[in-house]
């Protein structure tokens, strides 16, 4: 709870997040329809991921994305605070990823983290198998109806030796900050 209100800047948000989980509990058992979630990795949060997975399998979350934080906005003028070096998230996201694969959920994936850094779960990174094609993005302070367009815009960069990865065609490669 404590970690949840200071990332929404916002007192009992994790309160709410509760009754909100409950309240669509209910209502996606009457449609028969999956909860989903999304989860921002950031500096605050990656060394507790495992237990944002148990929270997520002990909430019944079955459809959830692990997002690597986008380094653009409040992020990128607040970059040394808020966004981790990929090679100190790793660890904790296998440790998620296992979570998932040891409880069998069918869609519980990581996104935005180059596939070098997940020798043995390739097959849990977004990007490997969910064409943007048809995705749009939509919250109460950004609309993006042409996902694929828009990510060849958003600096990414890719070493040489990419080129040699069997992934190069599916990695992004890392954030240009």
Not at 75 to 90: C, D, Q
Not at 167 to 174: I, L, N, R, T
Request: positive net charge; proline residues 4%; hydrophobic residues 30%.
């Amino acid at each position: 709870a404590k970690l949840h209100d200071l990332q929404t800047r916002t007192k009992s948000s994790f309160s709410q997040l509760i009754k909100g989980i409950k309240n669509v509990r209910k209502e996606a058992k009457k449609r028969e329809i999956l909860i989903g979630s999304n989860t921002t990795i950031n500096k605050l949060n990656y060394k507790y991921l495992p237990e944002i997975g148990k929270f997520l399998i002990k909430n019944k979350i079955k459809n959830s994305e692990f997002i690597f934080l986008d380094p653009t906005g409040g992020a990128h003028n607040n970059f040394y605070e808020l966004v981790p070096r990929i090679n100190e998230v790793s660890p904790y996201v296998k440790k998620l990823l296992d979570i998932g694969i040891k409880n069998k959920i069918s869609h519980w994936h990581v996104r935005y983290l180059p596939f070098c850094y997940l020798k043995g779960y390739e097959n849990y990174i977004s990007e490997k198998d969910s064409p943007f094609e048809k995705e749009i993005h939509l919250g109460p302070e950004f609309k993006n109806f042409d996902v694929e367009k828009s990510r060849k815009n958003i600096g990414r960069i890719k070493a040489n030796n990419c080129r040699y990865c069997i992934f190069d065609e599916f990695c992004e490669g890392v954030w240009k900050e």
